[in-house]
């Protein structure tokens, strides 16, 4: 059994945000090369928080971008990020050596799995 299976899934890292926050649009070419960087081990998804508000069940996001890094259900970490590359690149890689200690509040139970379903967005 691999190290994926062995700890409940795939590795999933979605950027929350908002149409029409212009931080997140300062964060997004961040992302994107986070994305180029850890793609091959796991998946990046962008998150409108209002168009996509059912799979963010009870969350409640205030800060933006917020960041959620995730494996299978397990999160490991939940909250806002400043758009500095080197920042948001030892956060991953901590989450991959599970240094990170589990996000457990009870808001977020589901959170990971309903988010990792979203179809990724098109650019229209």
Known sequence: MNTAQAQ???????????????NCDAYYPT?????R??????????VDIEDDEDALGELDVVDFP????A??????????????LE???????RALRRE???VR???????AGRVASLREPRDD
């Open 66 to 69: 917020t960041l959620l890094i």
């Open 31 to 35: 992302f994107e090369q986070l994305a």
């Open 37 to 46: 960087e850890f793609g091959p081990r796991m998946r990046f998804v962008k």
């Open 87 to 93: 920042t948001a690149r030892q956060l991953i890689e």
């Open 8 to 22: 409940g899934g795939p590795w999933l890292v979605a950027c929350l945000c908002a149409a029409w926050c212009r």
């Open 71 to 84: 494996e299978g259900e397990t999160i490991y970490f939940l909250g806002p990020v400043l758009p500095h």
């Open 105 to 111: 509040t009870a808001g977020v139970v589901g959170l």
């Open 100 to 102: 990170l200690a589990e």
